[in-house]
């Protein structure tokens, strides 16, 4: 069964500083991974995704995320982060297109509060 | 990509009534799905509702509870029937398009349910 898990349940970044939101994945075949982000009183909005390729992926806003393989890990990063960065954070897997009946799975969130 | 627009927002509603929720996209989509969410929790799947098939519903989730329609490719409503307080939450709406190609999922804007 596929499962994704998020160890932090908040993170606290000063502006300016570099920011990482951790995420572990668990499938059994290849993963396809994404990241949402919900800011107060709003649904989730799609942030970037890991299909296949290149293992360091671009998103909005300026977030990034690296797919490490190894370590099943598909960790957020930003190198600067904003106040207005400061919502939830979403860690999502699937396990691949083929099988119609898979469901996208996702972490229990991680807060990040960026103090200015 | 798909805009989704989800009706309504936010309601305050009285416990033993009903709410129905919609879900309008601006393109023909072949998977919809239903969430709750606690505040500041992470999303739990009601059900996923199919065109020209009858909603499959998750564990805890009951057709009577929670009666979904999908009658064409666009749209879909979620009723929360017989409400009471627990039923406190937010209901998102989200879409897959699978055989177009798309890989994420795309997700409304939330309709926060209060009951008293």
């Known amino acids: 069964a596929q499962s994704v898990a998020q160890p932090e349940d908040q993170v606290n970044v000063a502006e300016g500083n570099p920011l990482t939101v951790k995420c572990t994945y668990s499938?059994?075949?290849?993963?396809?991974l994404f990241w949402y982000v919900q800011y107060p009183n709003r649904g989730l909005q799609f942030l970037l995704k890991?299909?296949?390729?290149?293992?360091l992926v671009k998103g909005s806003y300026g977030f990034e995320a690296e797919f490490n393989k190894s370590q099943t890990s598909f960790h957020l990063k930003k190198p600067s982060a904003l106040v207005s960065d400061s919502a939830l954070y979403f860690c999502?897997?699937?396990?691949?297109?083929?099988?119609?009946?898979?469901?996208?799975?996702f972490g229990k969130g991680t807060r990040l509060h960026i103090l200015p | 990509s798909a805009v989704i627009s989800q009706k309504p927002s936010r309601d305050i509603c009285q416990r033993g009534t009903s709410l129905t929720i919609q879900c309008q996209v601006d393109?023909?989509?072949?998977?919809m799905f239903w969430y709750r969410q606690q505040p500041g929790q992470s999303l739990t799947l009601i059900a996923t509702a199919n065109q020209g098939s009858e909603a499959t519903y998750e564990s805890g989730f009951v057709i009577d509870k929670f009666p979904i329609s999908r009658p064409n490719l666009t749209f879909s409503t979620l009723t929360v029937s017989n409400m009471s307080p627990e039923d406190s939450s937010i209901y998102l709406c989200?879409?897959?398009?699978?055989?177009?190609?798309?890989?994420?999922?795309?997700f409304g804007q939330g309709t926060r349910l209060t009951v008293v």
């Open positions: 989200s879409v897959e398009h699978r055989q177009a190609g798309w890989t994420e999922a795309f």
């Open positions: 393109s023909q989509v072949t998977m």
């Open positions: 999502a897997v699937r396990e691949g297109l083929m099988n119609r009946d898979d469901k996208i799975i």
């Open positions: 499938v059994s075949g290849n993963p396809y």
């Open positions: 890991y299909i296949t390729g290149d293992n």
